[in-house]
């Protein structure tokens, strides 16, 4: 399916009625012609239609340039003034200047970063530790999204943010949904391609999970959908992570039923509560005991309690696909522990549900996620596990006393179970499946931009992880993408290497690592989809000797 707006269709007629002219003026607006010149032409050249340079290019030299790199982008400890910079940001407002931002950077020896939300956790949408000059393709102007609730589908642009997505389907109705993000300003078009989990994912499975089709622009610059790349490529996409293929322009999405009527709940419980207790249960409960109607996850920090000192704060966040009568029988059969009672629970419309789990106040109105402005901007760092085994009441107290030592944790667990449980862990590249009880995010946060601060809390996080080994999932301790941590491994500078990929391969996607190494070296055998964790393709000597991956087991 092909977007094109109003808008767009003018430009592309008067483009071609006057496009030496047209040419002619906005190259006269080039700053730099030895580079931004040739980069312009050349997308000229090679797109549908042109435009002058100013209307959809900026370079450093530009009073805007600061606030556009920054427009999106979460992690704020990827701006920091010792960050290499683009040298310029593209924002295409047509999918044949997608197209020709492949062509052209090739041609000139470009990296290209590809940004549709600017959630990376580091920042490898919208920054590069390698030694190339690199430009950002900026896809925030192609956001359109089309809704059949007849047939149940959506296309969305690469560029809109889930929660634009989940506005416009409940636009036309008030019984379907999409189970992806919890976070409403992350860009569709990269959330899928690492998994996209939400509130709904133990009912319908992950946003992948739910992916029909899909439109990319391939290393060749070619537009292809399901039918023409193939299913390996169509494999590959989903859950591969993000910038190794292609650049993903839309996705057609399968809608799911959800109920007229939703309900939510956020109930606190400090150690003073019996927080530990509670918590141990619920790790027994959330993933093969609960109704998989039924998402709680459980967000913990640190607070102050009545006298001022520190405690552990865990909060059980939920939300059911049905009405508050049958979640309370459920919860007083299965979890009665958490003393849920009808006073805690709120029934609402699922669309106002994302905005509660989301953390908008309850009077806000859902035409705020056509903003597409995130609530969480800060320094960060993070990590993720998996686990499999309920971890013991002393291990639980370890973790208190561990995050009581810094200013400023975030420890977010999201249960498994039902549909995650039935999928296989080969059906996409997101493996994370059968036997996983809950899923931590770790989160250390901090507003001060010097280095010695952010080496103190990147030391802290590295020693809670060091802490959590025996509880997490082994052999391999298992990773989500979505979650990018680059210090479980990296490529270096120009290059990948299979080797060295492997290590933080297996733990992203385990065995279907070895999978997308393979479509990766069909589809992009030039490696020009490269970036700090992109899938690296098969070294030129395994692939004139005719070897597989597979015979080269880890």
């Keep these: 399916m092909k977007f094109l707006n109003f808008s767009v269709m003018l430009s592309k007629f008067f483009s071609v009625l006057l496009y030496s002219c047209l040419s002619s003026y906005a190259l006269s607006d080039v700053p730099t012609l030895s580079f931004n010149g040739k980069l312009y032409e050349c997308i000229c050249q090679n797109s549908d239609y042109c435009v002058p340079f100013s209307t959809a290019f900026v370079t450093p030299t530009n009073d805007s340039f600061n606030t556009i790199l920054q427009s999106t982008a979460q992690n704020l400890r990827c701006l920091l003034p010792s960050v290499t910079k683009p040298q310029l940001i593209f924002t295409p407002i047509a999918e044949s200047h997608v197209q020709a931002a492949v062509i052209c950077s090739i041609q000139l020896g470009l990296q290209l970063r590809v940004r549709s939300g600017g959630h990376d956790y580091e920042g490898l949408s919208y920054m590069s530790d390698m030694e190339s000059p690199f430009i950002i393709l900026d896809l925030s102007k192609l956001r359109e999204i089309v809704v059949n609730t007849e047939d149940n589908y959506a296309w969305a642009q690469a560029g809109a943010t889930v929660g634009e997505v989940y506005y416009r389907i409940s636009e036309k109705s008030k019984t379907h949904g999409f189970p992806a993000g919890l976070c409403t300003s992350l860009g569709i078009g990269g959330h899928i391609t690492g998994g996209a989990y939400g509130t709904m994912m133990r009912k319908y499975g992950l946003g992948v999970d739910n992916v029909v089709d899909a439109r990319i622009v391939d290393a060749n610059g070619r537009i292809l959908d399901r039918q023409s790349m193939g299913e390996d490529l169509f494999w590959a996409i989903r859950g591969g992570g993000g910038a190794s293929f292609g650049i993903i322009l839309s996705w057609k999405l399968k809608l799911v039923p959800v109920p007229s009527i939703v309900t939510v709940f956020t109930v606190p419980k400090t150690l003073d509560q019996n927080a530990t207790n509670i918590l141990y249960k619920w790790q027994q409960v959330a993933a093969d005991k609960l109704d998989e109607d039924l998402f709680i996850r459980v967000i913990i920090n640190v607070v102050a309690d009545k006298k001022g000192e520190k405690t552990i704060q865990t909060a059980y966040n939920s939300m059911f696909l049905g009405r508050a009568d049958r979640l309370l029988q459920i919860m007083n059969d299965v979890f009665p522990e958490l003393g849920l009672t009808h006073k805690d629970c709120t029934e609402m419309s699922w669309i106002k549900s994302i905005m509660y789990i989301a953390g908008y106040p309850s009077n ?176 030129i000597s395994w692939k004139g000797e005719g070897k597989s991956v597979n015979h080269f087991e880890m």
């Design 364 to 539: 806000t109105p859902p035409e705020v996620l056509l903003q597409g402005k995130s609530l969480f901007k800060n320094y960060f760092k993070a990590k993720s596990d998996f686990v499999k085994e309920p971890i013991p009441i002393d291990g639980l107290e370890g973790l208190w006393k561990r995050l009581m030592e810094e200013d400023s944790p975030l420890v977010i667990w999201n249960p498994y179970g039902g549909m995650m449980a039935k999928i296989s862990e080969s059906e996409t590249p997101f493996p994370h499946r059968k036997g996983i009880i809950y899923m931590i995010q770790y989160l250390t946060i901090w507003n001060d931009p010097s280095k010695e601060s952010a080496t103190k809390h990147y030391d802290w996080i590295r020693r809670l992880y060091n802490y959590m080994t025996p509880y997490a999932s082994m052999f391999p301790r298992e990773a989500y993408v979505n979650y990018r941590d680059l210090d479980i491994g990296m490529n270096k500078n120009e290059s990948s290497s299979f080797i060295e990929a492997s290590v933080w391969g297996n733990k992203y996607y385990k065995d279907n690592f070895n999978r997308l190494v393979k479509v990766k070296t069909k589809v992009d055998p030039e490696n020009f989809f490269l970036h700090e964790q992109s899938i690296p393709t098969l070294p």
